[in-house]
């Protein structure tokens, strides 16, 4: 206990000396190419310096990521206090930035991202996740907080991040290798390699290739235990035997990529880029509190397939004195992934104990009429593709006016597939034609985005700058397929004998006939003239559900909507040391359909963005400190209610208020010496009531309604203090340079949900306080480093969640790896 107290108090002290209550906006380290100071971003669609751009930004370059390893999402995420995450594997992390989280958002035909994910000039948020990009040859990450609806649109409601690969230089060849080898305490061995060249073509053109290979360790053990199932008694008894497995949570990562630039003259350049990633996982990376310290029961197997591909083009060029940039690009994402569902089987069994338990309820018969196994598990694929352009013109960044102008257009679809599986059960009660299969969800989900966007900066005074923006857009939003169980019409709709799994308000009897009708619809209690079903729209599926009978034909199900959001900004810079600016900004996030038919869709939510900031660089350019504090209003936003039978619905839900402070300061004491440290305090709370079923006047007292959560209840997901500092310490020894590293990073305890009693469930994300070190030696061209990463084995939790909607009494917690200690070596040439 001694030992954290005194991490936590280290912590404290470094933040309190010079951002006492304050947040973040890290500006770190000086640009690579001396120590002037300068860290150019692009934030603004335009070159500028970090100290001269009016928002909350913060900066990674190439050196600090390479000097704190930075491989990847959640590497980086630590360094940015206002960045939070929801998790369950690698690859299933959704982003919240700021304290914009209501949770519950991960489901597939749910909400939009509230936080854009950039690479490079191209989007490539997607809603199955976010794409964890590795991180290695990238020039920086911006972490943009705030509503940046003007200049990014859609899904950047809370804020943006971007990840801007180094491009090909002309002016000469270079090379890099690094390797490292790592062993996790109370885990396996893992490891890296990497690499990149540049390697010009001619005067005018240079390719840049970068390539790597990551092996991460497991620590969470699957451990033998036992499940029983009604009816009791005779009921039964299940083990896990055949998957007990230590350290079983390992991963694989590998991929590379490739840019050309190719300069056609002094004002016009080209760069087509290509990225390929695949990332392999199996086991679960969540330890279950009721089994043990790192350990879990699992009874099926766990194991995901992320692999990406992304092609990009960028045209630059001048036209006059105007720059004019193009930005296209193509995302296609393929995601496999088998899971254990056998805590969902424990929870529903319980629930229906009056019926003889879920095998009971759900018929969970074979073909012989024995009851069976009524444990699950899913095979889940998502195919997602994205098409991206963007056509933008800006004035000459000198002049008094100047100007950023757009044209923004989107697609992205997702193939949702989820096969919840039975093994041996009865082929009456499983899907159509999919024996074995107890429920299916097979759709097509394709979401447009249209929009033309524009800001304009005046200088009022030499000191004073008036900034506005406006972005007008338009989305359009569907949905069709199949969701639900089977349904056999030749042999009627009685539930004897068994006929699917004893509903009619999904799946096949509710799909549509050659009549245009529903085969059954229960709430008249009638059924259709004509039994012969209209082919699946979305090949694969039994037939059709989800969508809307026009003129003979099934379309999707759609919602469309335009809109404005805005920007206004002021500017004061007295001197070239100190910046003040304040910002009225808002950001949105499109709705969407409800994958049960009969539950009208989702409209838009909105963030309304109030901001007081200042950027200061003091003591000849030694100290750097930069703070803003603001208060944003969210209206009406997304939230996935529980509705009939444990069925996710998405309504507009109450109001938020979230106010927070955030900075960072940057300090050279001395030479050699630099200490960087940023921090956040989030204060996010509900305005109104949320209650347990949707009710728009926040009351919660029709019959059956109760509220889930009071008015005044805290946002859940982010901690109300995030921060960390980093201590560097450089000095030369004999041909070389040692250097001395430490990192600490606190954050504070949070909410797992925003509902009072699942929240309670789940117990709290508890805070914590992870601390590295390391040791290296850089001499001529070549680099050595020890490390020791969370060196006190500290359990940080990252989540905590169910694996359903009954499933509260049995939390999953995502921890941070363990004590981890590795070597690096590194050579350029």
Same mark, same amino acid.
């Given at each position: ?565 805005? @920007? !206004?900004?002021? +500017?004061? =810079?007295? %001197?070239?040391?100190?910046? *003040? ?5 808002? $950001? ?125 209840? @805290? !946002?859940?997901? +982010?901690? =109300?203090? %995030?921060?960390?500092?980093? *201590? ?5 020894? $004999? ?95």
């Amino acid at each position: 206990m001694s030992v954290r107290f005194s991490c936590r108090a280290l912590l404290l002290a470094s933040l309190s000396s010079s951002v006492l209550a304050s947040t973040p906006l890290l500006a770190q380290e000086a640009a690579d190419t001396g120590n002037d100071d300068e860290i150019v971003v692009t934030a603004q669609k335009r070159e500028e310096n970090l100290q001269d751009v009016p928002i909350s930004i913060q900066a990674l370059g190439t050196r600090k990521l390479d000097q704190l390893n930075v491989a990847n999402f959640q590497d980086f995420s630590k360094l940015l206090p206002s960045v939070s995450f929801q998790s369950s594997q690698p690859g299933v992390t959704t982003v919240y930035m700021r304290g914009v989280a209501s949770g519950g958002d991960g489901n597939h035909s749910g909400s939009l991202p509230s936080v854009g994910v950039y690479l490079d000039e191209q989007p490539v948020t997607t809603i199955g996740g976010t794409l964890d990009v590795h991180v290695y040859d990238i020039a920086r990450i911006e972490s943009l907080a705030g509503p940046q609806g003007t200049l990014y649109g859609a899904s950047s409601q809370a804020g943006t991040i971007r990840i801007i690969t180094n491009k090909p230089d002309t002016s000469g060849f270079e090379g890099r290798v690094d390797g490292e080898l790592n062993t996790v305490k109370s885990g396996g061995m893992g490891g890296r390699l990497e690499g990149m060249i540049n390697a010009p073509i001619s005067e005018m053109a240079a390719v840049r290739i970068v390539g790597w290979y990551q092996k991460d360790a497991g620590y969470i053990d699957n451990v033998p235990g036992t499940r029983s199932f009604l009816p009791d008694p005779g009921g039964i008894t299940v083990d896990n035997d055949d998957f007990v497995k230590k350290n079983f949570n390992d991963a694989e990562i590998y991929g590379g990529r490739a840019a050309l630039k190719v300069d056609l003259d002094d004002n016009w350049t080209v760069t087509p880029t290509v990225l390929y990633q695949k990332q392999k996982s199996n086991g679960t990376f969540a330890q279950d509190p009721r089994v043990g310290d790192l350990q879990t029961q699992r009874f099926y197997p766990d194991k995901r397939t992320d692999k990406f591909i992304q092609a990009a083009l960028t045209i630059e060029g001048k036209i006059g004195n105007f720059d004019l940039t193009y930005a296209g690009a193509y995302l296609d994402r393929k995601a496999y992934q088998i899971n254990d569902y056998t805590d969902y089987s424990e929870a529903y069994d319980a629930l229906y104990a009056d019926y003889g338990g879920l095998a009971g309820y759900f018929y969970i018969q074979d073909n012989a009429g024995n009851t069976i196994d009524p444990r699950q598990f899913i095979i889940g694929t998502d195919h997602f593709r994205k098409l991206s352009q963007e056509l933008r013109i800006s004035s000459p960044q000198d002049e008094r006016f100047r100007v950023v102008a757009g044209l923004f257009y989107q697609r992205q679809s997702n193939r949702i597939f989820q096969d919840y599986k039975i093994p041996g059960l009865a082929d009456d009660l499983s899907v159509n034609g999919r024996p074995g299969t107890l429920w299916l969800t097979l759709q097509k989900r394709v979401d447009r985005d249209y929009a033309a966007f524009g800001e304009a900066s005046f200088d009022i005074t030499p000191t004073v700058t008036l900034t506005g923006g406006g972005r007008y857009y338009k989305f359009d939003n569907s949905l069709i397929g199949f969701f639900g169980f089977g349904r056999n019409p030749g042999n009627g709709f009685e539930d004897s004998p068994p006929n699917a799994a004893g509903s009619n308000r999904t799946g096949v009897a509710q799909c549509y006939t050659t009549a245009g009708e529903r085969l059954y619809d229960r709430d008249t209690d009638t059924y259709s003239s004509s039994r012969e079903l209209l082919p699946a729209v979305v090949p694969g599926g039994p037939c059709t559900n989800l969508a809307d009978y026009v003129d003979g034909k099934l379309v999707p199900k759609r919602t469309k909507d335009t809109g404005f959001t805005h @920007r !206004l900004n002021l +500017t004061w =810079k007295p %001197n070239d040391d100190l910046m *003040v600016y304040g910002t009225w900004s808002r $950001g949105f996030r499109p709705g969407g359909i409800n994958r049960r038919s009969t539950i009208a869709p989702y409209a838009a939510d909105f963030l309304t963005n109030y901001e007081i900031g200042f950027k200061s660089t003091l003591a000849d350019g030694l100290v750097r400190f930069n703070a803003a504090i603001y208060q944003q209003e969210w209206k009406r936003f997304q939230f996935s209610f529980l509705g009939e039978n444990s069925f996710t619905e998405i309504h507009n839900g109450p109001n938020a208020r979230i106010r927070g402070v955030e900075a960072d300061v940057n300090i050279r004491p001395t030479q050699g010496l630099t200490i960087t440290a940023a921090a956040s305090y989030t204060d996010a709370k509900t305005k109104n009531n949320l209650c347990d079923i949707d009710d728009p006047t926040y009351q919660c007292t029709d019959a059956g309604n109760s509220i889930a959560a009071p008015a005044g209840t @805290r !946002l859940p997901v +982010t901690p =109300k203090f %995030n921060g960390n500092a980093t *201590v560097r310490y450089a000095f030369p020894v $004999g041909p070389g340079e040692l250097h001395l590293q430490s990192v600490i990073a606190h954050r504070s305890s949070a909410t797992p949900d925003i509902r009072v009693a699942t929240a309670n469930a789940l117990g709290r994300i508890k805070g914590s306080t992870t601390v590295d070190f390391a040791v290296g030696f850089d001499w001529s061209m070549y680099s050595f480093e020890l490390f020791l990463q969370n060196a006190f084995d500290e359990r940080a939790e990252l989540a905590r969640y169910s694996n359903c909607g009954q499933c509260d009494g049995r939390p999953q917690v995502l921890v941070s790896t363990p004590q981890t200690f590795g070597a690096r070596l590194g050579a350029k040439f």
